[in-house]
């Protein structure tokens, strides 16, 4: 009988110590979440240096499946600037608490074809924690999807690839105890531990710090005045920026009390059903 009762409680404690870590995962929070169906957006269109001859919109953009963010450059006249931008209007790098522990940002972008581009163009995402920075390219010329992962404009390819009309599904996850991240492009990590670097955006301010994530298309011609005949396009659309701290503990009439009885009733279960194979063999 006393084999019996010690069998019942090493296989609860051996329950219990299985399933208690499913109590102390951590809370995730979302800060952002705009598809851009609703108005007005949490994006902002870059005014330094816009030019209206040269730049053609940079606006929530309605086609027959939904509504994008759409930056768009050139329509046949010259300029002396080669960027447009937006970034998220009210959200900085700097909305993160102090326990936060991972951050995830997604985005999803679709490169518009255009069989006339004539210089080098890169369709940029930009990710912001306090003052690191993880940027993702996408290079025209080369098909190429890169990170910067060093100051200087040192990139480097990741595996994935692109091609224009397609949508792509851009995913980073920061790591804020080692300052490293992790990339996956439509699901598939392309690279695990890429370092971050230092991010100061002197041209784009949001109370004061980076902005939180910031979409831009750029050409790198150095030849200037600049005409594009057919307007170069990207369309942005899903962005989301979710963080992880600690859970809670349990106090007082906390939500994750439930989930802590659930767990000692599933101990109990598997108790009983210890017990009731022990008994079968010892019948």
């Not at 995730?28 to 919109?57: A, G, Q």
């Not at 920075?133 to 010329?141: A, E, K, P, V």
């Not at 792509?168 to 890429?194: M, P, W």
Request: glycine share 4%; net charge neutral; charged share 15%.
């Amino acid at each position: 009988m006393k084999n019996r009762y010690a069998a019942i409680f090493t296989a609860m404690i051996l329950c219990f110590l299985i399933l208690a870590p499913v109590g102390s995962l951590a809370d995730t929070i979302t800060i952002l979440n705009d598809d851009f169906e609703s108005t007005p957006s949490d994006f902002v269109k870059r005014t330094t240096n816009f030019d209206p001859l040269y730049h053609t919109s940079e606006i929530i953009q309605t086609s027959a499946i939904n509504h994008v963010w759409q930056l768009s450059m050139g329509n046949g006249v010259t300029t002396g600037y080669r960027a447009v931008e937006c970034n998220t209007k009210d959200y900085n790098s700097y909305i993160f608490p102090s326990n936060a522990q991972e951050v995830t940002y997604e985005a999803d972008v679709w490169i518009v074809n255009n069989n006339m581009m004539p210089e080098k163009v890169f369709i940029g995402m930009n990710f912001g924690y306090r003052n690191r920075i993880m940027r993702i390219r996408f290079s025209c010329d080369t098909k190429e999807i890169l990170y910067q992962w060093t100051t200087g404009n040192i990139e480097v390819p990741l595996q994935q690839a692109f091609a224009y009309g397609r949508w792509y599904h851009v995913k980073v996850v920061y790591h804020t105890a080692s300052e490293r991240c992790d990339v996956y492009i439509n699901g598939i990590v392309q690279s695990l531990g890429f370092s971050t670097v230092t991010w100061t955006d002197a041209n784009v301010s949001v109370n004061g710090y980076n902005p939180l994530m910031k979409f831009n298309l750029v050409t790198t011609t150095t030849t200037l005045p600049l005409v594009l005949n057919n307007p170069i396009k990207a369309n942005f659309d899903n962005a989301k920026v979710s963080y992880t701290v600690p859970a809670a503990p349990v106090t007082g009439d906390n939500s994750r009390l439930g989930l802590w009885i659930s767990v000692l009733m599933l101990s109990v279960a598997g108790a009983a059903l210890v017990t009731w194979i022990l008994k079968k063999r010892h019948a």
